[in-house]
């Protein structure tokens, strides 16, 4: 697999224009909208919070408005002390409270009922950074509007950060997406992976997009598309853009062509020199040359012969009706000799269904050299003689076990 930049063919998200050292957050595709813990927010009259409905709170800036600033109480112009105010002092901004003193390492509302912001520990306003909140234990990040960022991804340069439904900048390895869909995982610093392959905790394989997000579905290179499993995103397998998906497998239609083209071209099997048609062995753009040839497939099935077809279309019949029923077109391919000769390897994955055999042979067995015109071992012909029932011929063969 190459670490190209990949491409979900159904993209649930578009973010455009991420440039830039300043952070910028793109909401993380959530339906239920993140809660920071009630706990943790502030919430009494005396202050600015209100956790519905809003209102109004004056404010007031020193070079605007004038007074006096000790730095932990404002004076207004009138002589007054400043209280439950917003007031900005030519560096930061405070909330003065009803006693006037600015509030400190507070989680809190915003008057307008919806959005939380924070004030550090000297009571300034936090805006357009990180940081870490004491009261609840965790690195938030907080806009340009002193907004704390929940279920947000979040850039900074070419670094990617995800807060959580909490607020909570992850940091802890695997995490999952408030939307309890998507996986990610965050490093200690809180940078997402985002460099495409690589691994989750279990060892499996994943794709870690640009975003953070662990690729799940059908994603795609320039070369081939990836199946990743749609619960947690795990590589389940691959194929080359031309290929044949039979039944959940998939076949580079390339490859077999290649090995059909070549054996048929160089008459491999003496075929057209005892004048045994090959006749057409193509259909919709694969060549099944390698397990086909129309004049031997008529001959040793009578009734496809009855029924009116030729060397031009037997092949029709042979794809359709004759790979599923484990029928021979091709003395050098016999599809009962293949799967007995490499059950082991072949049945766990294909069982009954006759015409995957095919396909792996013609896309990977006969180019490996696999035997599919004779028995290779007992064993082999005692599977086919007991038609694959493993378990009736372990019991009469305990060797075989």
Known sequence: MKNKGMKLLL???????LTGAAPVGVLADTTDEGVTSEAAIEETTETADTAKGGRNVPYYSLSKD?????????TKADGTLAKDVFFFDGENTYYLQADGSPMKDKLTYHPDGEHIIYFDTEGHEVFTTFRYCPGVGYTCYFDAQGYLYKDQITFVGDKVYYLNANGAMEQSGWFGFANG??????????????????????GRVVFYHWNGMVARGLISDASYY??????DGHYI???AYNSI???????DVDKINAVSAASRNADEYGYESREMSYGNTVVDGIDYASVFNAQGYLNGNKDVKAAGFTTDNAILHFVKDGMPASRVALREFNVTKYRANYYDELNPKYGDDWKLYYYDYMCYGKSSGKVANKYISGKASDLAAYNFDYAALVRDYPEYR
């Open 11 to 17: 993209l649930a998200m578009t973010v455009a224009g």
């Open 237 to 239: 397998g691959q194929w």
């Open 245 to 251: 998906v039979v039944d959940g497998y998939a076949f």
């Open 181 to 202: 869909r998507d996986y990610g995982f965050a490093n200690q610093d809180g940078t997402l992976i985002t460099t495409g392959w690589g691994y989750d905790p279990y």
């Open 226 to 231: 990836y199946n990743m499993d749609e619960t």
């Open 66 to 74: 004038g007074g006096n600033w000790d730095g932990s109480h404002y």
